[in-house]
């Protein structure tokens, strides 16, 4: 089945400590993106990657990492200097037409608390 | 960045058709309308895209104004599993490469 995975679906980490959350995807797509999501509201992009060992701050970046080294997997990093990291974290993978469609596909998400 | 602004919430029955409207006063040119549906604790799901006029498929329709400030989507004959919240989104095409920016969303509540 072509998707995208993220793992682990629940995560738990002590204050201070960095941890790296999965995505990978097997749609073939070029590009992946990581959002997070606090109760009750939207979506806010984090970073995303239009290619291979490229990548671009989204909207809240501070605090977070990502590498992308392979065109199937998008890691984000929480670190310490992240204030307030308990959150859901989205994944999604989309291939620009370049001609304004633009449909991301999402992974079902990593619940991130930090006690 | 096109913003866009919907309802808070909504409520309905089953059976009903549901029109959600979004409002997008400064979309651009080359702008799409996409709308995405969520479940608690689920990423976001497509559920339809469109740039003018109508657009129909197995699950909704989008209506689109000559304009194109505004958009509906419509839900036919709604039932409980469409309790979600839907998202309105308009296409980011500053840098070239399309950044979607989600708002808070509607949030549907359908009952027996």
């Known amino acids: 089945d072509g998707g995208i995975t993220q793992s682990p679906k629940y995560l738990f980490r002590k204050e201070g400590q960095n941890v790296t959350l999965s995505c990978e995807q097997n749609?073939?797509?070029?590009?992946m993106y990581w959002y997070r999501q606090d109760p009750g509201q939207g979506l806010r992009l984090i970073y995303y990657?239009?290619?291979?060992?490229?990548?671009q701050k989204g909207d809240i970046a501070e605090g977070y990492s990502v590498s992308r080294e392979k065109k199937e997997s998008f890691p984000l990093t929480v670190t310490s200097a992240q204030k307030n990291p308990t959150a859901f974290y989205l994944c999604?993978?989309?291939?620009?037409?370049?001609?304004?469609?633009?449909?991301?596909?999402f992974g079902p998400g990593t619940r991130l608390t930090v006690l | 960045l096109a913003k866009t602004t919907q309802p808070i919430s909504m409520d309905s029955y089953e059976g009903q058709e549901v029109n959600i409207t979004c409002s997008h006063n400064n979309i651009a040119t080359n702008d799409y309308i996409t709308w995405y549906q969520q479940f608690p604790s689920q990423g976001p799901r497509f559920i339809i895209q469109g740039y003018k006029t109508k657009v129909t498929n197995e699950v909704a329709s989008l209506f689109i104004p000559a304009d194109r400030k505004s958009s509906t989507l419509s839900l036919p004959r709604v039932s409980l599993s469409d309790t979600a919240v839907y998202y309105c989104?308009?296409?980011?095409?500053?840098?070239?490469?399309?950044?979607?920016?989600f708002g808070t969303g509607t949030r549907l509540l359908v009952s027996p």
């Open positions: 989104l308009v296409g980011d095409r500053n840098t070239g490469f399309q950044k979607l920016v």
């Open positions: 990657s239009q290619i291979v060992n490229d990548f």
């Open positions: 999604a993978s989309s291939t620009p037409t370049g001609g304004g469609e633009d449909t991301q596909y």
């Open positions: 749609l073939n797509h070029d590009a």
